[in-house]
DNA sequence: AATGAATGAGGGTTCATTCAT
DNA sequence: CATGAATGAACCCTCATTCAT
């Protein structure tokens, strides 16, 4: 017999899931603002009301979305590092590791790139918790590997940090807005060469 | 004797102008779509209607804020790299020049990076091919500096400007969500610091 | 042994009654339709659904919430006029049961007094048919009282029972609006004395 | 040429005032909750948006209602008490004065009677002020008759008032629920006969 | 008998936009 | 030209009620 946290079954968990990839799908296809409840609704399969049983509001559904997209990719991205023991090889799997997440997850990317990014609100979320995390490992990987003596000292790691995830946003939203290139993960090896050149000795 | 375009005047031009920055200023302050025409016309002290007058809608307003604005850092941009020869500087000239005109335009700011970034109808506007040039004048940077040798060759001229611009952004959003740090300009230094390490021999 | 009704048993008949106090409690405190179904449920400790086995209806719980008390109202007052021969002390012992009794209930009385009395679908109710009853006896006070020499004969009894039960709640209503005085039942004493010289020889 | 109070003209009065009669109407035949802005705005003959240019809200909608109406009333009641001299008579004149008020206005009646009586946020309006200097008028005839000794000096006034509204209200209330009698100012003679007995020497 | 879950129906309110003056 | 006034069109959200379990 399975065992399921208080207060959830996997029928509530199934449509609560099921509800948050139609608001992901319908917020990423027309924007937070153009969407209207109604349009997840009908995406779910499900009515206006059944929405408020489990968000009490628009955004709060909104805000829903990363929920465990983005713990899961903390964890994954946690342990692919855990793997690499040299700095630029941490540094070129963790961009390899962006923009192939994006690049699987188009809708998850327009609603962070596009949507969630923008919101002051937002910043006050747990989830916004999470994602902070993950800045924070790219935060200690450059900071590691100047204290070992792979990359020069004299470099902020909250700089390098941006220009990292600064790049990939960049062409995560050209992709997505342009739609150029098809796969933008080809750009993964030639970014982190101009930055690792750029970091290193 | 002055010449004005058929149809305008000096007057005219001034309330247009007037309308232009209350948006800036109230779409910055409470974003697009929370912001209202109501808001707007406040701001600038006058009617409703008569925005309607000068705009044919809240999305064409949106769109008129960057305008001369646009033109004007266009003109700016090129009028500096003209004064300067070597690529590494006018590549530092490039990012102090955004980061600074950023900082000092933060409810430009504020549209750009936030509001018109993600609007898929304003890639259609006039507005947006003079930002193109400007991205464009990037590129031609960078490619003019590989063809002059100063440059690698091995390296693609639009993922380099991806770096480039992308590292702004980042730091010009996080300035504008977060308010850290105070003045984004002193990564101006640092950020051309690891771009050009990246892309030079 | 004792004997319930077909269909009914203690067990139903307690949770129904608990039910119509947590309504009576509910809607004198937020209103009839400020309060929802949900506060009912609450307040019972039940689930909405409950409710409506119970009841088929918000309003028909409405309607319900007089039933039994209405009702042992009715009888207690007979009960009393019984034991009164002379026709003044009957009419001093209907004002002070009034408001002897709203006091004590307020919850009841503002029902009554704020909710019922203003719906025209009540009128339909058997419980108000009961509550009718109460005034058709005040009636027969005042009758009995004038073919009996105790009361002038100039006097229309719907009159006098309009003075003695519009004074009554008027107060009340006072009291339970305002919360003025701490207790409405100081004045049945002069009520009872007004009226009776309005109405005696 | 007419001058007018700065930020009103005659149209906007009379659109305001157009407003106010729809909802009197509707409100008082379909009660407040149950009637809608669209209802009113139907019976106004204009859109709903337009009520929301002239009020804030349903209710404050509401709480408008009685606005000049009860200050004309006020005024009325005043200029009548300053032309009679007794207060026998004076207690006539408020009871006939209110009675045929009510007849004459049965909408107004149902919505002052039946729905703002109950609520409890219309206590703090300015309205409600207006009514309960009414109610203070009726108290100084009462002082005033005991000062003169034409009535008991061990009766209070605001018992008196309460028989006196208590009796007015209860018989409007039944004419607007039952439709009985036809003209409750009917009563108005026997009211103030039993009311002046009780409180006469 | 009790309820968790779902929903239809509707309602108040907002706001971009229009147009007569 | 500017605007006061009006509104159509939506939208978010609530809630009484139902029904399968």
Known sequence: MEQHAIGTSPKIEARRSKIIRAAQKVFAQKGFYEATISDVAREAGISDATIY???TSKEELLFSIPGETARDALK???NILDHIIDTPNKIHAIIYAFLSFYRDNPDYASIAMLILKQNKNFL???VYQDIRQLARLIYEVIQCGMDQGELRKDID????????LGSIEHLVIR???LGKPNDPVIYSKEITD???KGVMF
Chains 1, 2, 3, 4 share one sequence.
Do not use: A, D, G, H
């Open 157 to 164: 790691p909250l700089v390098v940090r941006s220009v990292i």
């Open 76 to 78: 994954n991205m946690k």
């Open 194 to 196: 101009i930055i690792l």
């Open 53 to 55: 049983e489990y968000f």
């Open 124 to 126: 006050e979320t747990q």
């Open 175 to 177: 992709w997505l807005m």
